[in-house]
């Protein structure tokens, strides 16, 4: 349900500060400015000071890369204030400094040394310092990159002193000694052949002697990094601090941020915001311990004001807010979907996996990750999501009989587990084709359920406008009265007129709704077009596109049970090969009902969500509200154990 909501006005005599804290550490209100109307001018003597302090931590946490990540777990805030003030963070920040001022040397000096290494090793072979080109009399030695085809020839044939420095594929490197005269014509022409000039330092040495001291000094400057590795390992000793050092400055800051939120007069400051229904009682004896001299008014709140939308619900329904969060926060004074989508989305996800091998696993893996996240809101309500929709698998899975596939039917039937399970099973989508159509019929019946469900949604969410309840109850009419007409049919066995009655009434439903959409239209064309597209539209889509959805129940249902059959029928044909068949038969086994359940446990999820957000949602929800964000202290890298 969606958490009622108070706008408070909080005006307040003596220190903010320490008030505020005690609520960050809480969590309770959502923090605003009062409204000018007010005549309270903006208090700007509150400054945080944490900025310098965070950049220090975070050039810390940049220095241990990957290093600084994890969860730190902080008993008590007791616990963390005394780690804060015992944290030697100058010492650290100053280590880390010298450790990244060593990295980025190291860095341009193996870079620079690369790119020599690079260049060296292209004229190694030339038997002179290239320097000492610039200098012969009377001549002067250029290099340059030529086709490889046409190195060789320039090489046997050009009437110049030519080398061959380096041989590659499509190119090689060639040094020509000119004529001091004639050597900007010639370069002219070699370009025109497709020859390109190369820039080379001139050493003062030769390059193979210049290449040898080089590599010396490469592979130096690699232990000297491998050396600092060792260091950031003395500087990640520090990990945990730092982490819990980055929430604490960053709460800081938050706290600075609503500083800047109060406003103040001559004696009195105060701000506003919004308090949870439940949590006025804890607000108030914050207030009352750490600021006695306050006053607090607070009033409910209305639609207009865009109030903050928070939901809380049964522990059993909580776990599924992960599904209605993924569409976005019901508007503030509708209805909130989690409670009523969550047996459905459960029922959708099971007939989508259909197997409850399958869901045992999947409650397995769950449970077993939830040790891991029993801290993190988010993820913990998606594995308890799972749990309960793996329960739901294995409850259909066993009335269905699917058991990694068709396997019941493939071991002993003297087994007695295997007996058991086979009294458990009322319907299996691969028997008959009377069995296949009766699983289908399920699927259309559950979702024509919610369908229904969801008009009468509609119909409460309009209870305080009887004005507007007329077209909620003419489309629950309409819903009920076509499947109600059809059984009567069906059986055969009622008087003709009670179907005239029940057809009559139908036609006078739609009727009644074309003339409502009708008279909302002032243009008598649009009155025409409503008039005539409404019953087509309500036919079209909540009487048959709608339950048409809810087949693909059906088909990821089937779909599941096929591919695990095909599995089997793989491993026991791998069974029976020579020496290796059992071995193989496992692998397959384990890989394929694996690749299966990853593959279908995703398509579970995506389409039971498509169900409720497409054919459930449309009839009731209306989605546009502001979550909750409540002034709260950051916990990115830390998970408090429990207040104090």
């Not at 739901?392 to 002993?412: E, K, N």
């Not at 096929?562 to 086994?589: D, E, M, Q, S």
Request: charged share 20%; proline share 5%.
């Amino acid at each position: 349900m969606i958490v009622p909501m108070l706008r408070f006005y909080l005006f307040l005599v003596g220190e903010v500060e320490r008030t505020l804290e005690q609520l960050q550490k809480k969590g309770l209100v959502e923090v605003e400015k009062l409204p000018r109307e007010f005549g309270f001018l903006p208090d700007r003597s509150a400054k945080s000071g944490t900025e310098t302090i965070l950049q220090q931590v975070d050039f810390v946490k940049k220095v241990l890369g990957p290093r600084a990540t994890g969860k730190v777990l902080v008993r008590h805030h007791q616990e963390e204030e005394k780690l804060v003030q015992e944290t030697p963070l100058e010492t650290i920040f100053s280590l880390a400094s010298q450790i990244q001022k060593k990295i980025e040397v190291l860095t341009r000096r193996e870079k620079r040394l690369k790119q020599m290494v690079e260049e060296l090793e292209t004229i190694e072979k030339l038997d002179i310092p290239p320097a000492e080109l610039k200098t012969l009399k009377n001549f002067a030695g250029r290099f340059f990159f030529s086709p490889t085809e046409k190195a060789s020839w320039l090489v046997e044939n050009y009437d110049c002193p030519v080398q061959l420095l380096q041989t590659k594929a499509t190119r090689s490197l060639l040094l020509i000694i000119f004529p001091v005269r004639e050597m900007e014509e010639r370069v002219k022409k070699l370009l025109a052949l497709g020859l390109s000039e190369v820039s080379v330092t001139p050493y003062h040495r030769k390059p193979s002697l210049i290449l040898e001291k080089v590599h010396c000094l490469l592979e130096r400057t690699r232990k000297e990094k491998e050396d600092i590795s060792g260091q950031l390992e003395k500087l990640s000793l520090w990990r945990e601090k730092i982490l819990v050092l980055s929430d604490w400055y960053n709460s800081r800051k938050v706290l600075g941020e609503n500083l800047q939120l109060i406003s103040s007069s001559m004696f009195v400051k105060g701000f506003c915001g919004w308090v949870p229904q439940p949590k006025l009682k804890e607000f108030q004896e914050v207030l009352e311990k750490y600021c006695p001299d306050y006053c607090l008014i607070t009033k409910p709140a209305c639609p207009r004001e865009n109030p903050p939308v928070a939901l809380v619900n049964h522990p059993l329904v909580e776990p599924f807010e992960v599904v209605t969060d993924t569409y976005g926060k019901p508007l503030y004074g509708t209805i909130d979907p989690t409670g009523p989508l969550s047996l459905f989305f459960a029922l959708s996800f099971a007939f989508c996996l259909t197997d409850a091998a399958y869901g045992v696993i999947v409650i397995a893996v769950s449970l077993f990750l939830l040790r891991y996240f029993c801290f993190q809101v988010q993820p913990r309500k998606f594995f308890l999501l799972m749990v309960i929709s793996g329960f739901f698998t294995v409850l259909v899975g066993t009335l269905t009989g699917g058991w990694f596939g068709d396997l019941l039917t493939l071991v002993p039937a003297h087994w007695k587990i295997t007996s058991f399970l086979r009294k458990l099973a009322v319907v299996n989508p691969l028997g008959s084709s009377r069995e296949t159509f009766l699983f289908l019929g399920i699927g259309l019946v559950v979702g024509y359920l919610q369908i229904i469900w969801g008009l009468s949604l509609n119909i409460w969410k309009w209870r305080r406008y009887p004005q507007n309840l007329i077209e909620p109850w003419i489309l629950l009419l309409i819903q009920i009265l076509v499947p109600v007409i059809a059984f009567t049919i069906f059986r055969g066995d009622s008087s003709s007129w009670m179907i005239i009655i029940l057809v009559s009434f139908l036609f006078f439903c739609f009727l009644s709704l074309s003339l409502l959409k009708a008279r909302q239209e002032e243009n008598f064309l649009l009155k025409l077009f409503w008039a005539f597209y409404t019953p087509y539209n309500v036919a079209a889509g909540n009487l048959l596109a709608d339950p048409l959805s809810y087949c693909r129940l059906f088909g990821l249902g089937l779909s599941t049970s096929v591919l695990a059959l095909a599995v089997n029928k793989i491993v026991f044909l791998a069974w029976n090969l020579p020496y290796l068949g059992f071995l193989i038969a496992i692998f397959v086994f384990l890989l394929g009902h694996l690749s299966v359940l990853v593959i279908n446990l995703l398509g579970a999820y995506v389409h039971s969500s498509r169900l409720q957000y497409l054919e459930f949602f449309s009839k009731f929800f209306e989605a546009g509200g502001r979550p909750f964000r409540p002034f709260t202290e950051i916990r990115k890298h830390t998970i408090l154990q429990k207040g104090g």
